[in-house]
């Protein structure tokens, strides 16, 4: 189809684990080289673990760009876009994937503007189209439907994945080549930053969308301080807290908790939502989940609809006795 590459963009910032965070993008990456007969390169912006060869090997990588900057590892977004829309002028690229974050929301549509390129977010999956274009299915309408974008080959495309949106699938011992690892130069010496991106300061130790399981609270819990039910029950169950996104909007809880659309996306074996009314934008965030229990006043609350268990009722009540329930016999 195109002799442009197909290129997996991941580690905008500090905060982001390519370990963790690119391996669907690979995979998906992978399938397309394959269809197309692109070459699949792997981009990683800032510092880079010790292991990155590997990584790629396992996803049949061909080869390992890297820029290392200051300016790259402070993840400053200027800095970013300017140092792809160079790696993109100085060789074809038909498709960049990024895994969606905070850093690639800002990141992706500002490079396929300087490249004149097309910018699909939210996307879930990616396809082939015609000779040299893609077809792109993303989350839309508060995710409560896809859409499918056809996108015009002959020039780029700029793709943001879904967190959980496709499973990671590594390729045969068979199949695993060492990839060579080329360390790109970038020149950033006239970038000044031109926006100051404020975000609450990335919290440490398990993520949410890898808990097992997850706990958490909406509007139905009434006040700010009875969202620490919310984290003792997730403590007593092993699990982790999480929230709607108007506990995040009122300042509640912080954002690296919130559960939907525009937070994380969850898998856990068990999600149990209180006072959650189950908004479409919500359930992006949690309807992988294998069991979901809902607990709300409202018998009628769309909630229902996507739980396997539900509880009518008060849930700052219910929260209360499930924790002496789990404490009592000891379930984490």
Known sequence: MTTAAVVVCTRIGLRDDPVEESEAALTLGRNIAARTGAELRWLVLGPAPDCLADIAARHGVASVDRIQHEKIDAGLPDAVVEALAQYCNARPVALLLFSQTFETRVAAPRIAGRMDGSVVMNAVDVGVAGASGFEVTAAA????????????????????????????????????????????????????????????????????????????????????????????????????????????????????????????????????????????????????????????????????????????????????????????????
């Open 141 to 332: 309408y508060g995710g409560d439907t896809r859409v499918v974008y056809d996108v015009a080959g002959g020039r780029l495309c700029v793709v943001a994945l879904l967190a959980n949106a496709l499973p990671a699938q590594p390729v045969g011992s068979s199949e695993v080549t060492q990839p060579a690892i080329t360390d790109v130069a970038v020149d950033l010496a006239d970038v000044s930053e031109r926006i100051r991106v404020v975000q609450a300061a990335h919290a440490g130790g398990p993520r949410l969308e890898d808990a097992e399981i997850v706990v958490s609270g909406g509007r139905g819990l009434g006040v700010a301080e009875n969202f620490a039910l919310v984290e003792e029950l997730a403590g007593a169950l092993g699990g982790l807290a999480g929230a709607s996104r108007p506990l995040v909007d009122d300042g509640w809880i912080d954002p690296s908790h919130q559960v939907g659309l525009t937070g994380k996306i969850t898998r856990p074996r068990l999600y149990l939502a209180a006072g959650i009314s189950g908004a479409t934008q919500h359930m992006v965030g949690c309807s992988a989940a294998k069991a979901i229990v809902a607990i709300n006043t409202d018998a009628d609350a769309a909630i229902f609809r996507h739980a396997r268990y539900g509880i009518v009722g008060d849930c700052v009540e219910v929260l209360g006795e499930l924790i002496r329930a789990a404490n009592e016999i000891g379930v984490s």
